[in-house]
């Protein structure tokens, strides 16, 4: 059965800070995806990454940057220069890679605040 | 650019009731999904739909949930009788290709439900 556990129930850290949000996920599958999601409190889900199990490379895309780590299992977001427009719930999700196991399963998410 | 749309964005409806919910998924995308957000907690994992088939399906989605794509662009939810926790924000999500996960989930704005 796929896992994602997000430890961090709510985080708070003062504008311009930087923060890292912790992803630790669990599968079998030696193939699979996993994905991060904002959802700002307007309630809708934004896709902001997708990595497959094969590629370990960083990612950084602006402010944001993504460590993925296949020997710890971990998927973790860094926000640098955290700024109001960053508050919301975010979400770490796992995808499956085959046909009929493509279904996501997501972590109980991590309530960011930015405090201006 | 192009992005999934469901209606109602609100629905209110008194237990015992049908609803049916409805998506418009991103024109050239396969493969179609439902997902639930009870409020304060995470998303799950409803169905998913290709090729006028349900692909996979959760332990949620019983005998009361059915899905239909009726036209060529609309994707409906339907609820036959609705209970107090069928309360949830339900999500859309629609994805391209036939690699399996391959290719990123992308959510409509969601569908609030409540249930009295």
């Known amino acids: 059965a796929q896992k994602v556990t997000q430890a961090q129930t709510e985080i708070s850290v003062v504008e311009k800070e930087d923060v890292t949000l912790d992803c630790v996920y669990e599968?079998?599958?030696?193939?699979?995806?996993l994905f991060w999601y904002k959802q700002p409190p307007s309630g809708e889900l934004v896709f902001l990454i997708r990595?497959?199990?094969?590629?370990?490379q960083n990612e950084i895309s602006g402010r944001y940057s993504w460590n993925f780590q296949k020997s710890t299992s971990s998927f973790n977001f860094t926000i640098t220069a955290s700024q109001v427009v960053d508050s919301a719930v975010y979400f770490c999700?796992?995808?499956?890679?085959?046909?009929?196991?493509?279904?996501?399963?997501f972590g109980t998410g991590t309530r960011l605040t930015i405090i201006p | 650019e192009p992005e999934v749309t469901q209606t109602p964005s609100h629905q209110v409806t008194q237990m015992g009731q049908e609803v049916i919910l409805r998506c418009v998924p991103i024109?050239?995308?396969?493969?179609f999904y439902w997902y639930r957000q009870i409020l304060g907690q995470k998303v799950e994992f409803l169905v998913s739909f290709y090729n006028n088939e349900i692909s996979e399906k959760s332990e949620i989605f019983d005998d009361q949930f059915s899905v239909e794509r009726p036209d060529g662009s609309n994707f409906t939810l339907k609820i036959r009788s609705t209970k107090l926790e069928d309360s949830a924000m339900y999500f859309c999500a629609s994805r391209k290709t036939s690699a399996g996960g391959a290719d990123t989930q992308y959510f409509g704005p969601g569908t609030r439900l409540t249930v009295l």
């Open positions: 990595r497959n199990s094969f590629d370990e």
């Open positions: 599968t079998r599958d030696t193939t699979y995806y």
């Open positions: 024109s050239n995308h396969l493969y």
């Open positions: 999700a796992l995808g499956g890679a085959n046909f009929g196991n493509e279904k996501l399963t």
